[in-house]
């Protein structure tokens, strides 16, 4: 494990590995086909020399025989020319032998009784002994030679022939000796066999002759006679009592067999085969008419012997180069590679963020010193990329800070402060904005001025950052000029005006603006492009809409003004188009028709309150919508009108003309209505000095100048609240609009006049301002002290 | 409505009587004219018996006052009751009149 993985981490092993295999390769392939030839070479020249010294010793052996036969024959026929001298036998027998030495022995016997003065045995026996040459009358009853196989078989067969090797009692010295014969009769005149001439060969000596062809140290020869009997074996115990085939008899060996049949059937040829658990190469080759055969086995170790030293020498020397070439490989590429190590360490250096990491200069021009100038470039670039990087990430969470910080502003800017039921019995309300991004471009507003309500709902176009800066810019103009103004059309002209001026990339906004007159349920309202409200109270209907423009390109559009009388119970609701158009995964849109669905729902329940119906559609919403992204933002607002119960205890009224003499009459009146409340003084100065301020400013503006006018003065209280109603029909004329009064400034720089709408805003609770059938009616009101207090200070007065 | 100037001591003195509303500020106005063309006096306006005033005579304290200024004179106010008082204090002028008692 350990060493696959350092070979696979280290690149010069790898390489290295890569080369010495493919090197190993190249070598085991040459060399088997080297060591292949050679052997074959081997074994044709091992083949060439075992028949070369087969041949030889095949040759000297048939020499030997033959001698022997040729010797025989001659002394047989000298023995034949002289049966009748029985001295001569042993002087051929003798003479024979002298010339031969090297032969064992040699009888001339004779049928018993052949020589009748010798009796019934007649044997000239000669052997050698020692150096000297020993000649006895070899037959006695001890030794009855003409039972012998050798006599036996050259008279029957009555031809010469060898002997199976058989052994030779020498009786004089007691000694035995294994030997083969030579053996032929001897016959008189007349073809009658009177003997046998037998010569023999010490097997033991054959054997030594031809062991001495020996083509390998550890090689040795083998001969057999006709039935496979061995006569010359190296292991002397085989000799005579046992035959080729004798071992094949309890281990079956068809190749053992298959060399006797072929050796007995006088076959030349090699066989290659197991001998005592040896591979040997045996050799085999007849020997003349003997009927022997000779075999030499040359066991396979020996004749291999040096071929496999040299292979075992150069397999190691291979394997040893093999090795140090390894070795050598290593270390040269890990030397020439280790710029690239001292690289790798550099860059995860780098790579943890120490960009400053100083590059090794190792002044190559080679590949690696490419890399290295590479490598160089790129760690500058990479540090100058993570700077950008860094100024980039900076620069992006300073605007995503920004951005939060700006959707807070945005959100801070929507009231978020809803009348509930404690604050006003006149009217609730209700509103929620949800934008797709951080910052969004729908708003929506209300506040509550005099005895109004001003309200006004808008979606800018596009999304995001733009949007909602148009949109801040929207909500200021719109709080900024419905302080001056009243009426919406002209609300929405003066902000069209203001906003197409500053409009220089072609923004705009659908708005709808709305102003809703609490004390009479009269809906005031102007549309810029903006969708049409709903109406939740008697049924579903729309609030009927011109359509207009909106509002930030032509700042010259004439917006229709329109009007609707509210019924009390009804709820107006406004929504931007992210409601009708917010979209589920399936790309489906709300629709006006599920808007209807809901608040037709909500209206059959009683559930039309601003709150409820918002909460409704909210979660309409979002079940339609599921998971899907927010694609728009999505504004509603939802106002509910209430008429105040009518209660009043007390109603006068008077009548006055348009010169200012008439305040007198007015101040009396007003003097009159808070004797009957039983007002206390500095009460009654505070109605006084309003109602008067109020109506003189009627008369001074209503009316152009000498033009005599109707101002009509109504005073109504119920149990909390005197309210004094001041109509004319002069030219429209609101003076809620007017310009305050700045009443920190010194003298010097105060204006004379705006004063009297002020003393009226901070006496009364409200003054509000009404056109309705070409009248300009404006209402002030003021809640009552309770009545207890008013009491304390009556009897205190 | 009724106006009375006086000098006394060096100073100008107007004493106001009744109310002065609308109806009564013009007469009041022409009435007080003198005192516009007074150089390098004081001038006390004495409030001891105005009942009530609207916007209209606050007007014309505030002419005084500027004609007065620009000539480096004073104007002082006293005797003002509560509800007067209510209407300088409301209008800011509290603040730009002297206020003697």
Known sequence: MGIIHRIRRSLSVRVSLWVVLFAAGIFVAALSFLFYQSREAIRQEAINRATQILDKTSLRVEGILNRVEVASNMTRWLVEQHTDNPGTMFVLSRDMMLNNPDFYNCSIAFEPYH??????????????EGDSIRTIQGGSDSYKYFYMDWYLMATLSNKPCWTEPYIDYDAPTGTYEMVTSYCQALKDGDGQIIGVINTSLSLNWLSNTISDAKPYPNSYSIMTGRGGTFFVHPDSTKLTCQSIFTQSLEHPDTAAIALGHAMQRGEEGMKRMDV???????????????????????????????????????????????????YIFIRVITRELSPLHQLAEEAEHIASGQFDAKLPDFKRIDEIGQLSNSFADM????????????????????IDRDIRIASAIQMGMLPDKFPTRADRDDVQLYASLTPAKDVGGDLFDFYFRD???????????????????????????????????????????????????????????????????????????????HD??????????????????????????????????????????????????????????????????????????????????????TDAVHQFVGDAEQSDDLTMMAVQYIRPKSDVLMRERISLTNDVSETRRLNAFVEGICARLQLDN????????????????????????????????????NATRLRFTITDSGKPFDPTIQQQADTT????????????????????????YERADGRNILTLRKTLPPLTANKVKKLKG | MKTTIQ???????????????TAAAAETEEAMRPLNDVEGKDIIIDCTLLEYISSAGLRIFLGILQNAQEKGGHVYIKGINEKVREVFSITGFCNIFEFIS
């Not at chain 1, 086995?297 to 070439?325: K, Y």
């Not at chain 1, 760690?379 to 300073?398: C, F, G, H, N, W």
């Not at chain 1, 999304?463 to 800066?469: D, E, F, Q, R």
Request: aromatic share 8%.
């Open chain 2, 7 to 21: 000098e006394l001591d060096g100073k100008m003195i107007a004493m106001l009587e009744g109310s002065l509303d």
């Open chain 1, 115 to 128: 020589f009748p003065e010798e009796g019934l045995y007649f044997s000239a026996y000669t052997k050698h």
């Open chain 1, 276 to 326: 005592n658990g040896k591979y040997c190469y045996v050799f085999y080759k007849p020997l003349g008419k003997t009927g022997c055969s000779m075999a030499i086995v040359c066991p396979e170790s020996d004749i291999f012997s040096g071929f496999n030293r040299v292979r075992h020498a150069v397999t190691s020397i291979v394997c040893a180069g093999l090795l140090l070439m390894l």
């Open chain 1, 379 to 398: 760690q500058q670039s990479l540090v100058r990329y993570i700077e950008e990087l860094k100024d980039t990430t900076a620069q992006k969470a300073s």
């Open chain 1, 532 to 617: 049409a409200p709903l109406l939740v109270g008697d049924g579903i209907g729309q609030l009927p809409c011109d359509t207009n423009i909106p509002v930030g390109f032509m700042p010259s559009w004439k917006y229709t003004p329109q009007e609707a009388q509210i019924n009390t119970g009804t709820t107006i609701f406004l929504f931007t188009d992210g409601l009708t158009e917010a979209m589920n995964r399936e790309k489906a849109q709300f629709e006006m028709s599920r808007v209807n669905e809901v608040a037709a729902r909500a209206l059959a329940e009683k559930q039309q309150e601003p709150r409820q119906l918002i909460d409704r559609m």
């Open chain 1, 745 to 768: 400034r010194p003298a010097r720089e105060r204006a004379i006049g705006g004063l009297g709408i002020h003393i009226i805003r901070q006496n009364m609770d409200s003054m509000n």
């Open chain 1, 682 to 717: 500095i009460f009654t100065a505070r109605m006084k000095v309003s109602v008067e301020e109020a109506v003189v400013n009627v008369m001074k503006y209503a009316y152009p100048a000498g033009q005599r006018g109707e101002i009509e003065i109504e005073a109504a209280a």
């Open chain 1, 451 to 529: 005895e109004k309500l001003f309200f006004c709902i808008g979606d800018v176009s596009g999304k995001g950052v733009p949007a909602s800066l148009f949109m801040a810019v929207t909500r200021a103009v719109f709080r900024t000029v419905s302080v001056q103004e009243s009426m919406p059309h002209n609300i929405v002209m003066t902000m069209n005006r203001t906003m197409a001026g500053m409009n220089k990339i072609h923004m705009f906004v659908t708005l709808f603006v709305g102003v809703l007159d609490l004390p009479t349920g009269h809906l005031h309202y102007c549309n810029a492009g």
